[in-house]
Nanobody, 123 residues
């Protein structure tokens, strides 16, 4: 069983930065794959960035060069540094985890989810 708790969302103006955090707690081994997904109103949930325990990452083209995913293995925390935010980044951001090691950006690859943290970017 894995519990994920996100934090760090908020309202910012375009061009600014935010850092999201996802604290993971597990009753057994830690999940290998962890990632960030987002869902804007009226749209499907989409993968933003994912990370596996050995440090490999995959980032969606829409945020490449602006968002960076990282993980602190000791603290069991996943981060998403978001720079140069745009109004189209406005969404609920979710942390997800899975025990298999993979870099898929599809939500079907993850079976543990946090409650989400809202990010709102104004122009």
């Amino acid at each position: 069983q894995v519990r994920l708790v996100e934090s760090g969302g908020g309202s910012v103006q375009a061009g600014n930065s935010l850092r999201l955090s996802c604290a993971a707690s597990a009753s057994g081994p830690s999940p290998c794959s962890m990632g960030w997904f987002r869902q804007a109103p009226g749209k499907e949930r989409e993968g933003v960035a994912v990370n596996v325990r050995d440090g490999r990452t995959s980032v969606a083209d829409s945020v490449k060069g602006r968002f960076t995913i990282s993980r602190d293995g000791v603290k069991k925390t996943l981060y998403l540094q978001m720079n140069s935010l745009k109004p189209e980044d406005t969404a609920m951001y979710y942390c997800a985890a899975a025990f298999p090691c993979h870099l898929v950006l599809q939500e079907s690859g993850y079976n543990y989810w946090g409650q989400g943290t809202q990010v709102t970017v104004s122009s």
